[in-house]
């Protein structure tokens, strides 16, 4: 159901083809977690129209500035545990830790508790081709966004801060 509602969204075939990809991710990443097929999958909790469209909006952003290399830091790993459909599961949860591990996307465990990586974020980035750099690296170039989530954590901002790359 999630590729046809793509398929129904008024975005260029670009667009669609990384929205399907970030898809068949998430998908193959929740197929491993529940041990089942891939066609059995139900991404319900990433299947609502709103998750559809977070997806659609980044392919479309994505291809709009020019589809450009992506980088990014190490994602920083809470733990603990979060409540989910099937019960509560452990941070990271199984579809994060899939796709780090098919992606070879490193994570650091930091001292939060609660999910701080989504199965769909790092199915975007792993959709999306990021290239990941060390702990220590350094980003130059000017800020072209950045976004704050809604979830609050005592010690930690939940920021994301997009910036050109100029290497």
Request: glycine content about 8%; aromatic content about 6%; proline content about 5%.
């Amino acid at each position: 159901q999630v590729f046809e509602t793509l398929d129904q969204l008024r975005m260029s075939p670009k667009a669609r083809d990384y929205a399907k990809a970030i898809f068949t991710i998430l998908g193959n990443a929740e197929s491993k977690a529940h041990q089942v097929h891939f066609d059995s999958v139900h991404l319900h909790e990433v299947g609502e129209l709103d998750s559809i469209l977070d997806v659609a909006g980044v392919a479309i952003a994505y291809e709009s500035l020019g589809s450009p290399r992506l980088k990014c830091s190490v994602l920083p790993s809470g733990k603990g545990t979060v409540q989910t459909s099937h019960g509560p599961l452990e941070c990271p949860v199984p579809a994060v830790v899939a796709v780090a591990d098919e992606f070879q996307i490193p994570l650091e465990e930091v001292h939060v508790w609660g999910e701080t990586v989504t199965p769909t974020g790092i199915a975007i980035l792993a959709g999306l081709g990021c290239e990941f750099l060390s702990k220590d690296a350094i980003f130059d170039g000017r800020v072209l966004g950045r976004g704050a989530g809604t979830k609050r954590f005592a010690h930690r901002p939940n920021l994301i801060r997009l910036r050109e790359c100029n290497s």
